[in-house]
Nanobody
Framework: QVQLLESGGGLVQAGDSLRLSCVAS????????MGWFRQAPGKEREFVAA????????YYTDSVKGRFTISRDNAKNTVYLQMNSLKPEDTAIYYC??????????????????WGQGTQVTVSS
């Protein structure tokens, strides 16, 4: 049974930082590209960042470039999202997801097969 478990969310002020973690089990983690998505109230789930299984490739949505960094530790079956200079518009539930797609440039949620339950990030102004 595949499980993705996110943690690290919380309530912070604008300009603060958070690091999200996602621990995977039940799958060969090193064979999957991993992604982070987010969903704000009343909005569709949107792509945030992705990293290849080899860590050689990463991709970010424009709104987080230069502020967020995705990384992974295959020995720990964990993917991270370091979020700096947070803004109120970053407020959302953040989800990690896995994909067997061979590119980090696939941003549609339908390209990802396993999902975590999400962790809430709230940024106050």
């Amino acid at each position: 049974q595949v499980q993705l478990l996110e943690s690290g969310g919380g309530l912070v002020q604008a300009g603060d930082s958070l690091r999200l973690s996602c621990v995977a089990s039940g799958l060969t983690f090193s064979m999957y590209n991993m992604g982070w998505f987010r969903q704000a109230p009343g909005k569709e789930r949107e792509f945030v960042a992705a990293i290849s299984w080899s860590r050689n490739s990463t991709y970010y949505t424009d709104s987080v470039k230069g502020r967020f960094t995705i990384s992974r530790d295959n020995a720990k079956n964990t993917v991270y999202l370091q979020m700096n200079s947070l803004k109120p518009e970053d407020t959302a539930i953040y989800y990690c997801a896995s994909t067997r797609a061979n590119s980090v440039y696939y941003t549609a949620p339908t390209m990802y097969n396993y999902w975590g339950q999400g962790t809430q990030v709230t940024v106050s102004s």
